[in-house]
Nanobody, 123 residues
């Protein structure tokens, strides 16, 4: 059974940092696209960052580029989202998700979702 467990959310002041962790079980993160998504109150779920199963450069949504970093640790079968210079508009529930395929598929293209972790950025 594929399971994704996201953790690491919390309350942080604007300008601060958090590192989210997504531990995967039931499949290997290498060879499958895996990504981070978020949903702010009253808004649709959106892509944050994703990396294909073949590795290479991660995709970042423009609003987080330069501030967030996708980190993959194949030995631990875990991925991370390092979030720096956080802004109040980054407040959301963050999810990790994976697909059975090699390429990132966006919100509607992912097959497996973990429970989210809440990130709150105060101004």
């Amino acid at each position: 059974e594929v399971q994704l467990q996201a953790s690491g959310g919390g309350l942080v002041q604007a300008g601060g940092s958090l590192r989210l962790t997504c531990a995967a079980s039931g499949f290997t993160v290498s060879g499958h696209a895996i990504g981070w998504f978020r949903q702010a109150p009253g808004k649709e779920r959106e892509d944050v960052s994703c990396i294909s199963g073949s590795g290479g450069s991660a995709y970042y949504t423009p609003s987080v580029k330069g501030r967030f970093t996708f980190i993959s640790d194949n030995a631990k079968n875990t991925v991370y989202l390092q979030m720096n210079s956080l802004k109040p508009e980054d407040t959301a529930v963050y999810y990790c998700a994976a697909t059975r395929y090699n390429e990132c598929g966006g919100v509607y293209g992912m097959d497996y979702w973990g429970k989210g972790t809440l990130v709150t950025v105060s101004s």
